[in-house]
């Protein structure tokens, strides 16, 4: 695997133009994202970016927008902030298969080994791997690692789907949730309708689907979404005084949050740990489902 090794985190500033030019144009995939007979394939590139320093200020913003308190060290979802601009990067690269806005980020995993000091400095790789079928189409990774003085710290798993052209094999599967009734809540949110603008302040995750109402309709939604990624630091800072040193914690996008919303979070012991989710406080339709582990 070929490495890049960057001198900082990329600024989704300056990538968002390019996603947004491909999305509109639908221009063909460069060659050397597909195998000999038009198969997609993904670059096999891998992007570091070393000595990382926490923003104590940017922390603080964070913390504020996801509704964690204030403190010295990282949320478990914080490390993605520095980690997505790098996948950004390579979901934009020239030999990358799929046009990155048609692209839907299903599930997300992460392991934290402990907590991470803001003092620290983080070593950050990004990769894409795991191509493979899906029912709905065809679904990747995007794996990303931290590591602090040479010591593993952190590692997160994305999966994307890329919609259309779904194969057989194990993977095709239809793993639509059966009907059942939502869990007993925990609490209600409101959902603002500025969360998306917030969140893309402190992330710099500006996808128009997220910002405004009239730019998330030229891509077929009815309102602006939540980041899916903010909605699952929401319910880790629910959970916060249940957080363990070193954990586990596991995702699956269902339904969009369109905004505004009002719904329902929902906790339950669960293995050893705790399951969640969060359900549409009217409907009880599924925003979200997860699960809380040791690690």
Not at 21 to 33: I, M
Not at 36 to 53: K, N
Request: hydrophobic share 40%; net charge neutral.
């Amino acid at each position: 695997m070929a490495t890049q090794e960057l001198e900082s985190p990329p600024s989704l500033a300056g990538i968002y133009p390019r996603a947004l030019t491909g999305a509109v144009t639908e221009l063909p995939r460069k060659l050397p994202g597909l195998r000999r007979g038009g198969e997609p394939e993904l670059p096999d590139l891998e992007l570091v970016v070393r000595d990382v320093e926490i923003d104590r200020e940017h922390l603080a913003e964070y913390d504020h927008v996801c509704g964690f308190r204030v403190r010295d060290e990282l949320p478990p979802t914080y490390p993605h902030m520095i980690a997505f601009p790098l996948a950004m990067k390579i979901m934009t690269d020239g030999s990358f298969p799929f046009p990155v806005m048609g692209l839907v980020h299903i599930e997300n995993r992460i392991e934290q080994k402990r907590w991470i000091s803001a003092g620290e400095q983080l070593d950050f790789t990004v990769r894409a791997e795991n191509l493979r079928n899906h029912h709905s189409g065809r679904q990747f990774h995007l794996v990303a690692d931290a590591t602090s003085g040479g010591e593993p710290v952190w590692h997160s798993v994305s999966t994307y789907l890329k919609r259309g052209g779904g194969g057989g094999g194990s993977d095709s599967k239809d793993k639509k949730d059966k009907k059942s009734e939502p869990p007993k809540p925990s609490a209600f949110w409101k959902v603002p309708d500025d969360i998306g603008r917030r969140y893309a302040g402190v992330s710099g995750d500006i996808n128009p689907i997220h910002m405004h109402s009239l730019s998330a309709r030229l891509f077929g939604f009815p309102s602006a979404i939540a980041h899916g990624m903010w909605l699952k630091a929401r319910c880790l800072a629910a959970l916060e005084g249940l957080l363990p040193d070193a954990l586990n914690v596991e995702v699956a996008f269902k339904a969009p949050l369109l905004l505004p919303s009002k719904v329902a979070f929902a906790d339950w012991p669960a293995d050893g740990g705790r399951d969640f989710a969060v359900h549409d406080a009217r409907k009880g339709k599924p925003h979200l489902t997860g699960s809380l582990r040791s690690a």
